[in-house]
């Protein structure tokens, strides 16, 4: 079966998975909620101009999530730390965003650009403590998913705590000349959506049609082969960090310049932080970067489409939570049918000279 065959698969599964799903939850109302749960389900997902807006603003953290994953799991490097740079992404740029002087385009640029390095700075440290301690990288990233929900949140609370807000913690709020402009006027559609499909073609073509994107793929696909050929197997995997954890770090920046215009404890992080979305839409479906927007817009209509529900239906946020617990169970199998074609492909490749390759490398056979 071809990449996109299987892609297409997954996303046909998952989605009659969905669907079963929303029946059963909507059933749980009542059985005469039913088709009312459908309606409310697609008017959510785009309906209304609001609506449809909305979907493609949902959209926008997820793609970017999703392609930074994508990068990270060719290289062969399974990843899992995309909350934790997103989390740190969100809260430099917010800093920076009420520090930096200047007109508001600078404003707003310069503090993308230092949370996109952010997010990558956090991805290699931890990369680079998985190197010193060869412990898996993805042990180390899931733990650093909570270590730096938590970091931002003390620092947040200890330093950069606005005086005004006095339920929450949170910065203050960026200048409003700095805010990311919205696309379609009264709705939340932002800039963001349309950097991130520009984003999402631009390491399309690099991984396609450059040295580099060459590079990527022949050192996910066999580390020792590219080890031979020139490939550094331990400053690589970093630098594929780096790169990879910038996309999310951005995606962060993005969301608080778009959508909150500060950072606030528990709205890019947590247990139901769309950064798992992104991962998740990662790992269903590998073959391909291009593929991820429509599988981007799928989740995030999704998850518009729930909210819909909630609030016409009445069923209870935790369901939505639910609903994402079956994408992730879907990944997982998929990532578990991947495991043991990736390892018997390496057995048959001719095994090169033993090169030294850092703990985090040897995760390819789960991407």
Not at 132 to 137: E, I
Not at 188 to 213: D, E, K, N
Not at 301 to 320: E, F, K, Y
Request: aromatic fraction near 6%.
């Amino acid at each position: 079966m071809t990449g996109a065959r299987r892609a297409l698969t997954i996303v046909l599964v998952a989605a009659l998975g969905l669907a079963v799903v929303a029946v059963l939850l909507a059933a749980l109302q009542g059985v005469d909620q039913v088709a009312p749960g459908f309606a409310s389900f697609f008017a959510g997902i785009g309906g209304t101009d609001t609506a449809l807006a909305s979907t493609a603003r949902t959209m926008t953290p997820i793609l970017l999530i999703a392609v930074s994953a994508s990068v990270s799991i060719r290289a062969g490097l399974f990843d899992v730390g995309q909350v934790g740079q997103y989390v740190i992404g969100g809260l430099a740029a917010a800093t920076a965003g009420t520090v930096l002087p200047g007109p508001g385009v600078v404003v707003v640029v310069g503090s993308l650009l230092i949370g996109a390095l952010a997010g990558g700075a956090w991805a290699c440290a931890i990369g680079g403590l998985a190197v010193a301690t060869r412990v898996q990288l993805v042990v180390l990233t899931l733990i650093a998913n909570y270590f730096a929900d938590g970091l931002a949140r003390f620092i947040t609370r200890t330093t950069l705590q606005d005086p005004d807000a006095h339920s929450i913690v949170a910065t203050r709020t960026i200048p409003q000349d700095a805010w990311l402009p919205v696309l379609v006027p009264r709705t939340s559609l932002h800039l963001g959506f349309v950097i991130a499909i520009v984003v999402t073609v631009v390491v399309w073509a690099i991984v396609r049609y450059t040295v580099a994107g060459h590079r990527l793929t022949m050192y996910g696909r066999n580390p020792k082969f590219a080890t031979l050929a020139g490939v550094d197997s331990r400053r690589y995997p970093l630098t594929v960090l780096l790169g990879s954890g910038s996309i999310t770090g951005l995606a962060g920046a993005i969301e608080v310049f778009g959508v909150y215009h500060r950072f606030q404890d528990g709205t890019l992080g947590g247990p139901s932080s769309v950064a798992w979305t992104g991962l998740t839409a990662a790992i269903l479906i590998p073959s391909g970067l291009l593929i991820m927007l429509p599988a981007a817009l799928f989740l995030a209509g999704l998850t518009t489409g729930l909210a819909g529900v909630q609030r016409d239906i009445g069923i209870t946020a935790g369901m939505g939570t639910l609903v994402q617990g079956v994408l992730i169970v879907i990944a997982a199998v998929a990532l578990t049918r991947q495991a043991p074609r990736a390892r018997g492909t390496d057995r048959a490749a001719p095994t090169p000279p033993p090169s030294p390759e850092p703990a985090m490398s040897t995760a390819k056979g789960e991407s």
